[in-house]
Every structure is written in structure tokens, then in C-alpha cells.
Antibody, heavy 118, light 108 residues
Framework: QVQLVQSGAEVKKPGASVKVSCKAS????????ISWVRQAPGQGLEWMGW????????NYAQKLQGRVTMTTDTSTSTAYMELRSLRSDDTAVYYC???????????WGQGTLVTVSS | DIQMTQSPSSLSASVGDRVTITCRAS??????LAWYQQKPGKAPKLLLY???RLESGVPSRFSGSGSGTDYTLTISSLQPEDFATYYC??????????FGQGTKLEIK
């Protein structure tokens, strides 16, 4: 069965960077893309971007362009999301998500809490 | 970018009630719409896709309809486990996606 297992919680200072990992199993990693979605405390879901695990093509939400980089390591079936120049409003739970059959998401990681605080 | 406007933002209802949540896209999205349910501290759960197709394992009291820019999620008879926050998501502009702002469904 498909599983997405994310790295643990992080605490960062403003201006720092964070890199969250998402290890996939249960399917052919390079055949599908992975999206990243975040949720600030008490707020709604925000799509951050998508990466093709096949060729590394990416598409990022406009508001995060220049601060976010998504990558994959096909040797370990792991996707990464790096966010730079962190601000307090980047405090959120970050999820990776994928689907075998379409552009909506049936499989989600457990979420990674990133706290940005001085 | 396609904007998704969801309403209402919150809703109070009782067990057994029929409720409807609406999602409006800023342009036509040709039924490329999914609905999710999220409970506190949990990842979202897919309920429907292609506007009206029920995800496997989701109770039939959930249904979706709509076309063009306007879509609805209906819960025919609320159960205690349905009190949660619901989100729509468009995937017409793949691989760029947008969520609605969410509707919090609370017990009256």
C-alpha cells in the first residue's frame, strides 16, 4: 500500500531555511508526481507546488516562487521541500501528497510541523 | 490563477440534517474538482473527485454536483463523525492547484 512518511518537526529562526523530506513506498516512485501542501495554525490548506518524480519538473505557487525548491532522490524514493528565508507566517504543518490515478490526492504524509520563531 | 470561493465559511447543523456547501471557481473548470474532509490534527481525506465521483470507501450520504464554475457538496443526513472542515480543490489547471478557503461544519 502507498505510504508517505515525513521527517520530524522543526524549529527555525526567521531568515533560516528548512528542508522537509517525504519517503514514499508501495508504488513506483518515478511514475508519479508529489505535491506539497501547507496549513498554518487555524487556517486553510495552501498548495505550495508539485514535482514530477519522473523528470524533476516542478511547478510552484506564485507566492512562494524564489523561496521554495522541491527535489527528489529516486535512489531512496524520497521527495524534499526546502523553504528559505523563513518568516513567522511560514509556521505551519507541511504535507506531501500524491495519487496514483489523478490530480487530486488520496495519499498524504502525516505532516511536519515547522515553527518559525526567534 | 484560478480562484476558488467556498461558502459558507462555517455552518452549524444537527445530526440528521441535510447540508450543502458551495464552491465557485473564477473560471470554468470542467468538473475538475475534488472535495476533502479534514479533522483536527489529521491530514485531509479525499471524499469526491471529478465533481461527483465518490472515492472508494466514502459513505453514500456524501454527494457532489455542479458544472462550469459552480459546484456543491451535499451530505444527505449528517452523522456525528461528519463534523469537520471541508475543502474543495480544483485541478483543471494541473499542475497548478487551488483550494477553497474551507467550511467548518459544527454541531448545533
Amino acid at each position: 500500500q502507498v505510504q508517505l512518511v515525513q521527517s520530524g518537526a522543526e524549529v527555525k529562526k526567521p531568515g533560516a531555511s528548512v528542508k522537509v523530506s517525504c519517503k514514499a513506498s508501495g508504488y513506483t516512485f518515478t511514475s508519479y508526481g508529489i505535491s506539497w501542501v501547507r496549513q498554518a495554525p487555524g487556517q486553510g490548506l495552501e498548495w505550495m507546488g508539485w514535482i514530477s518524480a519522473y523528470n524533476g519538473n516542478t511547478n510552484y505557487a506564485q507566492k512562494l516562487q524564489g523561496r521554495v525548491t522541491m527535489t527528489t532522490d529516486t535512489s531512496t524514493s524520497t521527495a524534499y521541500m526546502e523553504l528559505r528565508s523563513l518568516r513567522s507566517d511560514d509556521t505551519a504543518v507541511y504535507y506531501c501528497a500524491m495519487n496514483l490515478f489523478g490530480d487530486y490526492w488520496t495519499h498524504w504524509g502525516q505532516g511536519t510541523l515547522v515553527t518559525v520563531s526567534s | 490563477d484560478i480562484q476558488m470561493t467556498q461558502s459558507p465559511s462555517s455552518l452549524s447543523a444537527s445530526v440528521g440534517d441535510r447540508v450543502t456547501i458551495t464552491c465557485r471557481a473564477s473560471q470554468g473548470i470542467s468538473n475538475s474538482l475534488a472535495w476533502y474532509q479534514q479533522k483536527p490534527g489529521k491530514a485531509p481525506k479525499l471524499l469526491l473527485y471529478a465533481a461527483s465521483r465518490l472515492e472508494s470507501g466514502v459513505p453514500s450520504r456524501f454527494s457532489g454536483s455542479g458544472s462550469g464554475t459552480d459546484y456543491t457538496l451535499t451530505i444527505s443526513s449528517l452523522q456525528p463523525e461528519d463534523f469537520a472542515t471541508y475543502y474543495c480543490q480544483q485541478y483543471y489547471s494541473t499542475p497548478m492547484y487551488t483550494f477553497g478557503q474551507g467550511t467548518k461544519l459544527e454541531i448545533k
